[in-house]
């Protein structure tokens, strides 16, 4: 199928780039050069404009994929591999004289301000009267070239055809498009103001208009629901819906919903997109990441079973499957048997398009949505495009405490609208009450929020012509991708390489970008991956790319299909059910294990393969299948291996293979292998060949996997993800100077101290060894031309990279002054500093860090040797252990202190008892922390909350295993803005504050395992206490809580009268809406009166773990007299109910 017109051609980019690249190239080696491949330069150079016309006519949608364009394409792949090729030949192996840098993601750096989305490439090929002088200069110098070349032994006949094939191309393409003028394009350039702390925010806060009954049936059914199979076991609720209706926001809005999140401990969410296929090793992984936060592969699918079952062990989870359009009955019995081992009242939200599936496995009624009302979806629109703050939204956004009733507005007299707003509601009208199209859209013209000719060029488009005018998508989808820079264009394309079930991390996708050539960048000191972060976070607000989970993202179904159809032919995935592989493919994806499809496919039984073949100019190789029963699959293996020659990304993740053959070496163009999740036990040493590899993945694949040798003359090698053995048996790894992150590296001697110091691209450097006696120093050396153009640093120098330097275990360092530390001078860009459990340390630096002006985050802990008094005032967070406290740390109104923001204070195995009648007066600093919004003490001996008596902006006190913390403070008015406190493992605390109800603001009061308190104070709790969790402590504490008259208990033999009358009894605040009593055994039955005058409605719901008591006071017209007493009556003598779907 044709593309939509006006839709654009996703591959101008990357045309423009190689073509750039091949000119620079062609002019440095022009003196080489014979006559007939300086011609084709010039005669290249000549066509120049008119290819920059081309082809931004060809993004613009002007110009169709025609084969002129195609054959444009083909010379452009055919190019790259041509430079590859040059650019390690003239190198060579060794890397002698190379920086390691990619060719092709470099560029002057004069470049100018585009004013197109195409004309940034410009700045790739130098003006039009050099080319043409260097040239004429060039010409009639054959002789010299051929003795220059014959001195080099160069071979510059892959160049010279590249030109002469280039030239070919563009002069056929110009001429069959010569009459061609690109329209006004409104792609938006790439703003890069987005920051990926920001994006994870967002994604977390859905904003959902109009489904507020769904979204206060579903927070229904979780709180009070009646469906015995979650009572007594696993509930299972659907949600069902046409595609594109809005089901995964829905349900992800309530996902994050503070009320789920006080329900379920565990929470999980399995995006499956398709048929539920539990024994993929992708999806057990995504369950098991969900819970754990573990971000590896797991060796054996019984090691995550075994990890999966510890965390839901006595837990309630919330698991959300979405996108499922099949399940099979085997299939759904190993995903109950996953999660046996959790407590009762879980529940499964599966979302699903499909009636059959829903009825077939819901427990509960399913949650059927329909279209949005125009109205509400008008709202909805409007937010997105104007920004939720703008005056013209009329609506409030769901997650508050409680909804009122929605009641019909009075008619009014119409406003006057503005433009704005008309185009607005216009546009709303074409878009059918989908929320993905408002999404997209309504993104996109925010860039353009006041350009009412955008606006209007957007509602006037041709394009609006034909609804879903192909394959099946959305308009507005197709109108959203045409507004993309062409950078971004090539970047989505790309991701039709990606199943429908794939949830991928950001890292991983820029980086494979990084090795197509699609991210480039014309500032030396810029990185690449920083360029790519951009590029994938502007698709992630123009949804183009939605979060799912912890680093990780997904495609919305109408999305992937886009991807599929703007990639063409180009992208094919083999599945069990594809047809033919198309003979011009250049990204091969690999679903199926059925080795008969997959020889037949890849015509592995015809020796040789003709060089026509796809294979040989494929560029991706992804397999997604797992070949452990596929005996052959390592011979099928070694063929692809040795006839795709092109490959720039190949990845074999979880494929469970054994062996990786040695042919892996043909792949010469290879930049990113992901060998994660393998059985390999050996690494063949002709992997050391492929010079031009940026990342090599192998994680998960065995603790004792060494590197090959000869891995550090990897030198172009910016990305190693390994384990502590791999990384620290690889030898001169200092050779290995582009690595941008070393996560954890134990360093064996002074050697390898001094080669990370030459590791000057590190931007992540974990030393954990206890043998190390220095640290590593950066190799300061004279910077280059272009380091010094481009000094990463404001005084004009180069700087090292490093953001991040933990140095842990050390035992034997003693100094700080002899390594990198001394060097602050380098390390302008070191935001997070880390030094832990290094007994004999001490700060010999004069001035401290006061010169680590981009410092942040600072932990300190275990070194009692160590006293470091100055920081510069960026620090944010600061985490100390108590040996700093006992030596007097710093003098008050130091000017860091007044900067930290949290501080965590950590008990100290070097600090005795008898330390503190004589360390504990030197402490006059804690007062000067009046912008600490979170104080944390864990484990302290010494400290108290008086000697804290200027804390005017906590809001959040964490008390953990301080027994005597509150021993000598009787008044908390003074912490005017508190609004949580948390008291855990405090086992030798007798008793809670008497003046605890002074504290003003606080709304949250969690205590745990605190066995020794059996009373709430006397004086009661605060009045604005909304959250009460009282859990693992003694059975007279959560007794005395419970409102109105004592527990009865049954069967278990009642309290003695004495201590029942003798107990104290606290009535909550009227502001407590939620109480939860952990692990009490005396919470069997139930009877609540209250005693106030105000009369209270209560919930109660039990499990063999909890009680939970929601509290919430009646409408005021309600009578006064005490309700009912309300029986709430658990059996324990019932065994457990195993649910049977």
């Known amino acids: 199928m044709s593309l939509p017109p006006s839709v654009g051609w996703s591959a101008s980019a990357f045309v423009a780039a190689v073509l750039a690249r091949l000119i620079r190239k062609g002019l440095e080696l022009v003196v080489e050069l014979d006559d007939a491949g300086t011609g084709h330069l010039r005669r290249l150079e000549g066509l120049l404009p008119s290819v920059w016309r081309v082809l931004d006519a060809a993004d613009s949608g002007v110009v169709a994929g025609g084969r002129p364009l195609q054959d444009l394409l083909d010379a452009a792949y055919a190019a790259d591999d041509a430079l590859d090729d040059l650019d390690r030949a ?57 003795k220059n070349s014959n001195n080099v032994n160069l071979n510059l006949d892959a160049l010279r055809d590249a030109l002469e094939t280039m030239a070919q191309a563009a002069y056929r393409c110009t001429t069959a498009y010569e009459h061609v003028e690109p329209e006004r394009n409104y792609a938006t350039i790439v703003s890069g103001s987005r920051t990926e702390e920001g994006a994870g925010e967002e994604a977390e806060q859905d904003d959902i208009f109009g489904r507020e009954a769904e979204v206060e049936a579903i927070l229904e059914k979780v709180k009070a629901s ?53 024994r993929k090793r992708r999806i057990v992984d995504q369950i098991i990441n969900g819970v754990t936060g573990f971000d590896e592969h797991l060796q054996e699918v019984d090691d995550g079973r075994e990890l999966l079952g510890m965390e839901l062990d006595g837990n309630r989870f919330l698991l959300v499957l979405d996108g499922v359009t099949d399940i099979v009955e085997t299939q759904w019995q190993y995903l109950i048997e996953l999660l046996k081992p959790a407590n009762r009242r879980s529940l499964i939200i599966l979302t699903t398009q499909s009636q059959t599936v829903a009825t077939a496995i819901g427990t509960m009624p399913t949650l059927t949505l329909g279209t949005l009302g ?26 508050d405490d409680c909804w009122e009733d929605v009641e019909e507005e009075e008619e009014q ?95 991983e996708v820029v980086q494979m970008w990084m090795a197509q050539g699609l991210i480039y960048s014309d500032q030396h000191a810029t990185r690449l991956e920083d360029v790519g972060g951009e590029f994938f976070d502007e698709l992630v607000e123009r949804c183009f790319f939605q979060a799912v989970e912890k680093n990780g993202y997904v495609m919305h179904n109408s999305m992937q299909v886009l991807a599929r159809e703007v990639a063409t032919t180009r992208f094919f995935m083999l599945n069990d059910e594809s047809g033919d592989v198309p003979q011009d493919v250049r990204h091969l994806t690999v679903t199926t294990n059925n080795m008969s499809k997959l020889k037949e496919d890849l015509s592995v039984q015809i020796s040789p393969i003709p060089d026509h073949h796809f294979l040989h100019r494929l560029r991706t190789i ?31 993740s979880s ?100 080669a990370l110091g030459r590791m000057k691209q590190l931007q992540v450097m974990v030393v954990d060894n206890v043998g190390l006696e220095l640290l590593p120093r950066i190799q300061d050396t004279e910077p280059t031309t272009e380091e010094a153009l481009a000094a990463t640093s404001k005084e004009g120098r180069w700087t090292s990279r490093l953001t991040t330097l933990q140095v842990h275990q050390c035992h034997k360092l003693r100094s700080l002054s002899s390594g990198l530390l001394q060097q602050q001078h380098l390390l302008k860009s070191l935001e997070t500093l880390s030094i832990k459990n290094c007994d004999n340390v001490i700060s010999d630096i004069p001035d401290g860090f006061k010169d680590l002006t981009a410092l942040r985050d600072i932990s300190l802990y275990d ?155 006397e004086n009661g709790l605060p009045t604005t206490l909304k959250r009460l969790s009282i859990s693992k402590c003694g059975s007279l504490l959560t007794h005395s809580v419970l409102p109105g008259t004592p527990l009865e208990r049954s069967p278990s033999p009642p309290l003695p009268a004495p201590l029942i009358e003798t107990t104290p009894k606290v009535s909550p605040p009227a502001s407590l809406h939620a109480m939860r009593l952990l692990r009490d055994p005396l919470c069997f039955y139930l009877s609540v009166v209250s005693p106030d005058a105000v009369p209270l409605a209560r919930r109660g719901r039990f499990n063999d773990e909890s009680l939970e008591v929601e509290i919430v006071p009646e409408e005021s017209g309600a009578e006064t007299n005490p309700p009912e007493s309300a029986n709430i009556e658990l059996n324990q003598d019932k065994p457990p109910y195993t649910p049977m779907f």
């Open 863 to 1017: 070194c009692p040797k160590m006293l470091v008094d100055k920081f510069h005032t960026s620090v944010r967070t600061l985490e100390i252990s108590e040996c700093f406290v006992v030596r007097g740390a710093w003098v008050q109104d130091h000017p860091f202190l007044f900067s930290v923001w949290k501080l965590k204070i950590t008990g100290c195995s070097h600090v005795s008892c008898s330390d503190q009648d004589n360390r504990i007066e030197p402490l006059d600093w804690l007062n000067s922390l009046i912008n600490v919004y979170s104080l944390h003490l864990e484990n302290t001996k010494i400290l108290r909350l008086s000697m804290f008596d200027q804390l005017p902006s906590l809001e959040i006190l964490d008390v953990n295993g301080c027994d005597a913390f509150f021993s000598d403070l009787y008044d908390f008015a003074w912490l005017e803005r508190l609004q949580t406190m948390l008291i855990r493992n405090c086992k030798e605390m007798g008793g809670l504050p008497e003046n605890l109800c002074t504290l003003p603001e606080l709304e949250e009061l969690c205590i745990e395992n605190c066995p020794a308190i059996e009373v709430l104070p």
């Open 226 to 278: 009646d469906d015995p199979h979650y009572l007594l076991g696993i509930g299972v609720l659907p949600v069902a819906g046409d595609a594109g209706v809005g089901k995964t926001a829905l349900v992800r809005f309530v996902f994050h919903h503070e009320v789920v999140r006080a329900e379920f401990p565990v929470r999980m969410w399995v995006h499956v997109s398709g048929e539920l296929g539990l």
């Open 374 to 399: 125009f109205k509400d979806y008008l709202k909805m629109f409007k937010h997105f495009t104007f920004g939720s703050t703008d005056e013209t939204e009329e609506c409030t956004l769901l997650g």
């Open 90 to 146: 003239l190198h060579g192996a060794a890397g002698e004289g190379d920086d390691g840098v990619d060719e092709r993601q470099r560029s002057p750096s004069a470049a100018r301000k585009p004013r197109s989305p195409l004309s940034f490439l410009l700045c790739f090929s130098p003006p039009r009267s050099s080319v043409a002088s260097t040239s004429s200069s060039a010409h009639g110098k054959s002789s010299r070239a051929a």
């Open 413 to 507: 007299e119409p406003e006057e609208l503005s433009p704005m707003d008309q185009i607005a509601s216009e546009l709303a009208k074409k878009m059918n009450r989908l929320p993905l199209p408002a999404q997209a859209i309504g993104r996109a013209l925010r860039f353009r929020k006041d350009d009412e000719g955008h606006w209007r060029s957007v509602l006037e488009d041709k394009i609006w012509e034909g609804q879903d005018v192909g394959a099946g998508i959305p308009t507005a989808l197709w109108l959203s991708y045409r507004h993309l820079d062409p950078r971004l264009k090539q970047c989505f394309a790309y991701c039709a390489v990606f199943p429908g079930d794939y949830v991928f991390r950001k890292e």
């Open 622 to 652: 992804l397999f997604f299948a797992d070949f452990s029963d596929s005996g052959d699959f390592e011979d099928v293996l070694a063929h692809i291996l040795s006839t795709a020659k092109s490959t720039r990304v190949f990845g074999l």
């Open 655 to 754: 494929a469970n293979i054994t062996y990786l053959p040695p042919e892996i070496a043909q792949l010469r163009c290879l930049r990113y292998l992901n060998l994660s999740g393998n059985r390999i036990i050996d690494l063949p040493e002709t992997l050391c060949q492929l010079y031009h590899l940026q990342v090599l993945d192998v994680r998960g694949i065995s603790p004792s996997l060494r590197p090959p040798n000869g891995i550090s003359g990897l030198i172009h090698l910016r990305h190693l993800s390994a384990s502590n053995f791999f990384l620290s048996s690889i030898p001169d790894i200092h050779n290995l100077s582009n690595l941008q992150e070393l996560d954890t590296f134990s360093a064996g001697g002074t050697l390898h101290v001094n």
